[in-house]
Structure formats: C-alpha cells, structure tokens
C-alpha cells in the first residue's frame, strides 16, 4: 500500500509543482481522480491527506481538496507594499478601485493623522489581487493637502506608495503596524469570495514620511490562509 502511496502522491505532485491548478481551485472529485491515476479512492485519500499535511492542499469535508492560497508576507522588520510583495514572490499584483473620493476627515481620522477636523482627505478602497485571486480588501484614507493630485489619480493596479512618491515627492519610510484576527464582514466577504464571519486578518497601519509627519492611514482585510506577518523580536539586555 505505501508504493501505491507514494506513487499517487508523485502523480499528484507534479500537476501542483507546475501549477497546473491556481490558487484557490477546487481539485475534481475523488472518483474522477481516482480514475484518471488508475487507483482506489483509499489509496488516494491517503495521498491527498500526505499533501494536506504538507500544506500543499487545503481539505474540506464538505467541499473537498483545495490548492492553498498564495500566502503573503512581509520580511521581518521590512515595510513594503502590497505590489512590493507580490513582485517578491514572482506574482502579478492587482487592484480593482472600489471607491475613490474627496471628503472631510472624521474626527478619529483628523486626530491621528495629525490635521484639523474635516480637514481634506482621500478615501481609497481597493480589492487587491496577486495573480488574479483575491486576497484582500484595502482602505486607505490620505492626507489631501498632501498629496493634492491623489483623489482623480488612476490607481487600477498600481501602487499606492509608488503612486504618492509620483505624485508629491513624499516616500513613505515608517509605518505603525497591528495585526488582529476578525469575522469577514459581508460585503467584503463576497469580494475575497469567503463566506460572511469567515475568519480574516485585518492590518491597521498608520504610515509615515522620512520627516516623521504622517502621510496616511489604512486597514486592509486579508483572507485567513492568505496571510502571514513576520516579525523580528528580541528581549532586552
């Protein structure tokens, strides 16, 4: 039975090592499998739970095997953008705008960013893409006397760093970042193609210019199994 094993494993192995399915697809059912290799399903549940367990599949009991998400992270004790990473990691970033807009700065938002209340900022939300799958839903809320240029700015995938340094000559170089798990709200939920109350990771960043004067604040809404913050840590002397 081990040879059978890992004969169906190999077999299996190679369509995912090429890429054969994207991220996110749902492999076809244990019987179409099964036949095409020419084995038994048990043979073959054991293979796909040895590719589970390698983290090379995602397995559902209602819904079957699932080629695992491409997962982002960020280098320890580095700040990059979203375009950054993705072309770190040999990916194609997307951006589709879901709202762009003028308008005046809540109180919270005025507060941390430094500027009076209702003063001009730009509100961006985005859903973000690598490779065509959605792994998250970004907001970003941008200082308007800044960046003045921003709000009619085209920022179908391109990137918000690189689009600011572009447009005003202020390269982002800090950010304050938090990282919290959260419930998928609905409409955002149906953007990364999740459940609603799905489990996410939500970033908080407030980031700034080389000056030390804020630039913006953003939240960005990453799917579970598409996410990972990386950290260096150390104790004190």
Do not use: K
Request: hydrophobic share 45%; net charge neutral.
């Amino acid at each position: 039975m081990s040879s059978a094993v890992d004969e169906a494993q190999a077999a299996l192995s190679e369509p995912l090592h090429r890429r054969a399915f994207p991220a996110g697809a749902r492999l076809p059912g244990e019987r179409e499998l099964a036949g095409r290799l020419g084995i038994s399903r048990s043979t073959l549940r054991l293979a796909l739970g040895r590719l589970a367990d390698e983290g090379r599949l995602r397995r559902s009991a209602q819904r079957g095997c699932f080629v695992p998400q491409e997962v982002v992270g960020e280098p320890p004790s580095t700040l990059q953008s979203f375009s950054e990473m993705a072309a770190a990691r040999g990916l194609r970033a997307g951006a589709r705008v879901l709202t762009q807009r003028a308008r005046p700065a809540d109180f919270d938002e005025a507060r941390r960013l430094g500027v009076a209340p209702a003063a001009r900022v730009v509100e961006l939300r985005r859903l973000r893409t690598m490779d065509d799958v959605p792994v998250c839903v970004d907001l970003s809320v941008v200082i308007g006397a800044r960046v003045p240029a921003l709000a009619e700015a085209d920022l179908t995938d391109r990137s918000l760093y690189a689009t600011i340094e572009e447009l005003a000559g202020i390269r982002i170089t800090r950010s304050s970042y938090t990282v919290h798990a959260g419930a998928c709200p609905a409409d955002t939920a149906a953007l990364l193609d999740l459940t609603p109350g799905a489990p996410v990771l939500i970033g908080d960043e407030l980031s700034y210019d080389a000056a030390g004067s804020a630039v913006l604040l953003g939240q960005s809404v990453y799917r579970g199994d598409a996410y990972r913050f990386q950290a260096d840590l150390f104790r004190p002397l």
